[in-house]
Structure formats: C-alpha cells, structure tokens
C-alpha cells in the first residue's frame, strides 16, 4: 500500500469570534489517501492556515524538505519511521512548533490507516485496552460580557453537565491574564468566588478541575490564591503559570494543595521531558495532534509511567481529536481522564457539525470503540459548509 495524496481542509465558522479564547472555532483536517482506496483522517488544534502551508509547501533541500515530497509514495503503515524521517528532513524549519502540529496530523491519519487496514480500532493496535472503560470530564467554558454573567454561566454549565451524566468537569475560569475570556478584568478572589460557586453546584461527588489559562506570572502570586481552594478538593489546577517557567511549575508542584497540570501547547517528547523533570508537574497533557501524533503522544505516556505521573491528554476541537484522545486512554493505565468538549455543551457549530465520533457515553463512562481506525465518520456536508475562502496573498 502506498499514499498517494494528501487533501488539506481549513475549516472556519462563520461567526467566528477574533476575542474569544476557543480554538474549537476554526480546524485543519488531513486526510491521507492511499492506492488501495483507504483514507486516513487526522487533525491538529494549531493555526490551520499555517498546518496547510507547512503540509503543502514544496521543499528546497535536504534539511528543510516537502512534507508531501517526504510521503507520497511511502507505506503508510510504516507509522514510526514516517515520523522520523517527517522530523528529520524537516529538521531546519522544524524540530518544534506547528511543523509538529502539521506533522500530528499526518500521523493520526496514517494510524486510522493502519487501524482501517487491519479491521482494529487503534486502540488495540497501541497495545490493548487496560482499563472497561474511561471517564470523559466535561470542558466548560462560558460565555459572558461581566464577570457576574460568566460566572453564573459557567455554574450553569456545570449544573447540565452533571444532569447530562458527567462525573468529572473541568472549569474555565480565567479573569485575567494573556488569555483572558472576551477581554474580561476580574479578580482572584472573584475567581476564588467562582470556583467555590461551582463546587458548591456540582457537589461532593464530581470530579472538579480547574484551568486558568496561564493567569499567573509567578508562582508566589499563584499560591497566594489557590492556597485557600484546599477546601474545595480540586483533582488538578491547569496552566497556572506560562509555558517556559518551569522553576515555577516545580515550586507549585511541591507547595500547591492540588495537582498542577500542563503540556496543552508542548510538542515532542523533548519538551515533556523538560516538563516533568524540571516542572515536576502531577500530570502530562499532551494534545495528539500537537505533540506529534500517536507515535509521539505515546513516547510522552511511557515517559510520564517511568516517572509516576499522570496523563490526561488535551482536546480542544472536534470528535476527531476527542476519539484520538479516547483510543490512546484506553492504551494507557495511567490516564483517569480525557478532556471532552460534548457536542451538547458546545458554542461550536464545527464541533457539533464536523463528525460523529463514535464514542458511547454510559453512565458517566465511555466503552471501547468498535470501529476500525479512528472509527469517526465525516460530514461531507460541514466540511463544505465550513471551508474557508481561500487567503489572498
């Protein structure tokens, strides 16, 4: 079997807001197509115009070339060492940043080849199911012009999604900060408010996270207000403090009273290395198609098992990534959640639109996937609706 093309698809919602801290609102989705008419599906939560460009762009010499040059031609079931040949001849313009992304994207397509091909979800073909089922939390993030409405809103959120079923709910409280929601100035004993408010509203028995979006520069600012949530029995705080200050991440991991969670925006297992030998951090998050594809995400898992820490990997798109996020948990012992942006609890017309992922929510779980591959079926029909109009350069 040989690919034989690679179909790039930028994907935007027509009312996407520039404001608005949510990457659910534009995609890249890759699809690899092969001469034995199997066609892989893979995407990547990074600037999908950048994605296209890094897949499409021609090559000009050894270090910096063509990632279609690289693969059309090549087996598709050679998963691992297409990667490394990807990352070594895109080695000059790459190594990190969205030539990973792009490079997390093919992968992911090249195993819903293999998985196709095999008549075998992914799952068991990265090694086999150890657990009967895996919790999904419910990702919510709230919309609102006053710190009041977001608040309310996002107690809203958590209500519906305990009604919907969900045992574990990740909440989006960010006031502040380089990622701050709609341009909203609150403060962190508002934000203290706020979380209590919806431990309040969920109760004792559901799982609660909370991220803040890299809200801290400092990681004695940081301590000065989760100090008070002890109470409050957070499962992780995530993206306390920006990405490289990893001294800082260390002094949480060591004095914070809850887990510190991170690694949305990493690529590579070099940099998790970094993270939880450096940062120390409780738990990996690594986003498939970020970090590089299952190949990559599952160098990251073992990493994170030699080390005893946790993952839970992040997802912030469609059901394309979320059924990635599923098969790789199912692979992985030590990963008791999976971020999950239900459909029903979604601003996203994409994400409702794109696909059906073909996970079974039950009882607050999700079982096995049965199909081969990834097991997603596309809508051709969204990714018409949804295509962008070409950028004129």
Known sequence: MKITAIECHVLVVPNLRQDATSSSQDNIVVLVHTDEGITGVGETDTGPWIAKAVIESPGSHTM?????????????????????????????SGRRGAVICAMGAIDMALWDIKGKYLNQPIYKLLGGAHKPTITPYASLQPDGGSVKKYRDGLVAWAKKAKRAGFLAGKMECTLSGPFNHAGLQGSDEQATEIVTACREAVGKDFTLMVDV???????????????????????????????????????????APMRIAAGEWLNTR???????????????????????????????????EDRGRLIVP?????????????????????????????????????????????????????LPPTRPGLGVELNKDALKKYKAKPLLL
Request: aromatic residues 10%.
């Open 213 to 255: 979006q890299y809200l801290w520069r400092d990681a004695k600012s940081c301590l000065r207000t989760v100090s008070k949530w002890d109470h409050l029995d957070i499962f992780f705080l995530e993206t306390p403090l920006l990405t490289d200050n990893l001294e800082g991440y260390a002094t949480l991991a060591r004095e």
């Open 270 to 304: 070099h940099e998790f290395r970094e993270l939880m030998d450096v940062g120390l951090v409780d738990v990996a998050q690594p986003d498939i198609g970020r970090v590089g594809g299952f190949t990559e995400a599952m160098r990251v898992c073992h990493m994170a």
């Open 314 to 366: 992040h997802c912030w798109k469609t059901g394309i990534g979320i059924a990635a996020s599923a098969h790789m948990a199912f692979a992985v012992p030590h990963c008791p959640f999976i971020e999950y942006l239900p459909a029903q609890l979604s601003d996203s017309d994409l994400r409702r639109d794109l696909c059906d992922d073909g996970l079974v929510f039950q009882d607050g779980v999700l």
């Open 64 to 92: 910096a070339m063509g990632m279609k040059d690289l693969l059309i031609g090549q087996d598709p079931l050679d998963t691992a060492a297409l990667w490394d040949r990807l990352y070594t001849y895109t080695c000059m």
